[in-house]
């Protein structure tokens, strides 16, 4: 198997047994990635909150006049409006 350095076997300029990680190694690369994972999920929710906020603002700002009034005119009666009648 070739290796990226170009080596046929693991390891070959440095011969001997792998680098051992300790337990403060791993602890910390594991609260890296929580930590970088909470980064990343705040500036998801941060995005799409601004973009709900984006998008509500270009609706209200691009109203037309029937949207005042979207049931002036109906035939139908108050009392029987949205009971499925």
Known sequence: ??????????RAENPGPP???TVNQEE????AIVGWTS???G???????????LRARYKFNHRTQYDFFSHAG???CAADYGTGI
């Open 1 to 10: 198997m070739m290796y990226m350095d170009g080596n046929d076997q693991y």
């Open 19 to 21: 680098p051992v990680m």
């Open 28 to 31: 910390g690369s594991a609260m």
């Open 39 to 41: 980064v990343a999920v």
């Open 43 to 53: 500036i998801a929710a941060v995005g799409l909150y601004v973009g709900r906020e």
């Open 74 to 76: 109906d035939s139908v």
